[in-house]
């Protein structure tokens, strides 16, 4: 089979991928401020979710990896931990300012695989979570090991930036914000657990089951249940408000 | 004729009408009235500061006292021990805690007290503070790689 898309991959500079990631989350940050703008929320509410949510994606991101290895020099950004930032800053902006709660966690939930989406194509650059060994018509080799590779990390930047377009759809033409954050977390731990099947980090390790794979399931089954705990809290201040 | 009594008898017109409360004139009275009117106020300025100080608080006393022990013990080379991987792991998961709830505690005392320089005063602290640091770990990051590739690594 010829090689119609034979790319080479320069050995990048770091600050690239930091650059990338910060910016692909400032970017999610913006879509979720269009959306909670459009849903009717007040401006100062917005402000200050985004401050808090920004802030949390970031220590957790951060702080998750050390948490977890219990090693301090582990220390890096991960997408599971900015998921549980972003997780815990809507829940507690939720509850700060009482505003639009179903639509604000709707938009931060639909704005999460938009910036997991763009972020991964730091890891394209950079030269990391790349795929399996692989010969086809896109195949992606890197000067450090000059392996043709599956591009998984492009891949993934496809599905992602598709999920959310997806849950962007589902929120403004149905108008249930709940609904539409369930399928979209369902959508991404799907998408995030098939997609690893295709990292060279999972095919070296022999292992039915790999460390990402675990961490995806957790956060998405800690989503859904922290979404119907929420939901029920607002049915139950909708029916207190309908006597 | 009563005051009711006229209230009643003028009808809707009375909604126009200015009519003084019947305050008692002995002078006594006045002063306990006065400092209930300005009890409020000075309620919610404590718990205003109450909020301020407890965000200070959990954001300099979190961070510092569980993870700079823990930073310092790393360097020493003690951090090879399970106990050490342990305290790492709380002290990391308590730190980010007491981090954000500052931030959480800040933004509630922004938002209930919209006039409070104090809280206006921590925000622009806390938001400068960590635009510096995002800015610290990228060049840190640029000149450790800079570093490294100087060495030939």
């Given at each position: 089979?010829?090689?119609?898309?034979?790319?080479?991959?320069?050995?990048?500079?770091?600050?690239?991928y930091?650059?990338?990631?910060?910016?692909?989350?400032?970017?999610?940050?913006?879509?979720?401020?269009?959306?909670?703008?459009?849903?009717?929320?007040?401006?100062?509410?917005?402000?200050?979710?985004?401050?808090?949510?920004f802030?949390?994606?970031?220590?957790?991101?951060?702080?998750?990896?050390?948490?977890?290895?219990?090693?301090?020099?582990?220390?890096?950004?991960?997408?599971?931990?900015g998921?549980?930032?972003?997780?815990?800053?809507?829940?507690?902006?939720?509850f700060?300012?009482?505003?639009?709660?179903?639509?604000?966690?709707?938009?931060?939930?639909?704005?999460?695989?938009?910036?997991?989406?763009l972020?991964?194509?730091?890891?394209?650059?950079?030269?990391?979570?790349?795929?399996?060994?692989?010969?086809?018509?896109?195949?992606?080799?890197?000067?450090?090991d000059?392996?043709?590779?599956?591009?998984?990390q492009?891949?993934?930047?496809?599905?992602?930036?598709?999920?959310?377009?997806?849950?962007?759809?589902?929120?403004?033409?149905?108008?249930?914000?709940?609904l539409?954050?369930?399928?979209?977390?369902?959508?991404?731990?799907?998408?995030?657990?098939?997609?690893?099947?295709?990292?060279?980090?999972?095919?070296?390790?022999?292992?039915?089951?790999?460390?990402?794979?675990?961490?995806?399931l957790?956060?998405?089954?800690?989503?859904?249940?922290?979404?119907?705990?929420?939901?029920?809290?607002?049915?139950?201040k909708?029916?207190?408000?309908?006597? | 004729?009563?005051?009711?009594?006229?209230?009643?008898n003028?009808?809707?017109?009375?909604?126009t009408?200015?009519?003084?409360?019947?305050?008692?004139?002995?002078?006594?009275?006045?002063?306990?009235i006065?400092?209930?009117?300005?009890?409020e106020?000075?309620?919610?300025?404590?718990l205003?500061?109450?909020?301020?100080?407890?965000?200070?608080?959990?954001?300099?006393?979190?961070?510092?006292?569980?993870?700079?022990p823990?930073?310092?013990?790393?360097?020493?080379?003690?951090?090879?021990?399970?106990v050490?991987?342990?305290?790492?792991s709380?002290?990391?998961?308590?730190?980010?805690?007491?981090?954000?709830?500052?931030?959480?505690?800040?933004?509630?005392?922004?938002?209930k007290?919209?006039?409070?320089v104090?809280?206006?005063?921590?925000?622009?602290?806390?938001i400068?503070?960590?635009?510096v640091?995002?800015?610290?770990?990228?060049?840190?990051?640029?000149?450790c790689?800079?570093?490294?590739?100087?060495?030939?690594?």
């Amino acid at each position: 089979m010829t090689n119609m898309f034979n790319v080479s991959i320069a050995n990048m500079r770091f600050p690239i991928y930091s650059t990338i990631v910060i910016g692909s989350i400032i970017l999610g940050i913006v879509m979720a401020c269009i959306i909670m703008y459009r849903e009717g929320l007040k401006r100062s509410t917005i402000i200050y979710t985004c401050l808090l949510t920004f802030v949390c994606i970031l220590v957790f991101g951060l702080g998750l990896n050390v948490t977890l290895t219990g090693n301090l020099r582990s220390i890096g950004f991960t997408g599971a931990g900015g998921a549980l930032g972003l997780l815990i800053g809507a829940c507690a902006s939720i509850f700060i300012h009482r505003d639009h709660e179903e639509e604000m966690l709707a938009s931060w939930v639909v704005s999460a695989p938009l910036m997991y989406g763009l972020a991964k194509t730091a890891c394209h650059v950079a030269g990391c979570c790349y795929g399996i060994p692989y010969h086809g018509r896109v195949e992606i080799i890197y000067e450090s090991d000059h392996i043709s590779r599956f591009p998984v990390q492009l891949t993934e930047s496809a599905v992602f930036t598709l999920i959310f377009l997806i849950g962007l759809i589902l929120l403004l033409a149905t108008s249930k914000p709940i609904l539409t954050s369930k399928i979209v977390i369902a959508m991404s731990v799907i998408g995030k657990f098939s997609l690893d099947y295709l990292r060279a980090s999972h095919y070296e390790s022999e292992t039915a089951l790999s460390e990402n794979q675990i961490l995806a399931l957790c956060m998405g089954i800690l989503a859904l249940v922290l979404i119907n705990t929420l939901d029920r809290i607002f049915l139950k201040k909708k029916g207190i408000k309908n006597g | 004729m009563d005051k009711n009594q006229l209230n009643q008898n003028i009808g809707p017109y009375v909604q126009t009408v200015n009519v003084e409360p019947e305050v008692p004139s002995e002078p006594g009275t006045q002063n306990i009235i006065q400092p209930e009117a300005s009890a409020e106020p000075s309620e919610s300025k404590k718990l205003e500061r109450l909020l301020c100080f407890l965000s200070l608080g959990l954001y300099i006393l979190g961070p510092s006292v569980i993870s700079i022990p823990l930073y310092l013990l790393e360097i020493v080379g003690v951090s090879e021990t399970p106990v050490m991987s342990v305290l790492s792991s709380i002290g990391s998961a308590l730190g980010s805690i007491s981090y954000i709830a500052a931030w959480v505690l800040m933004i509630i005392a922004r938002v209930k007290f919209k006039k409070s320089v104090f809280a206006k005063v921590l925000m622009w602290v806390y938001i400068g503070i960590f635009a510096v640091s995002v800015l610290a770990v990228i060049i840190l990051i640029i000149s450790c790689i800079e570093f490294l590739r100087s060495c030939g690594l």
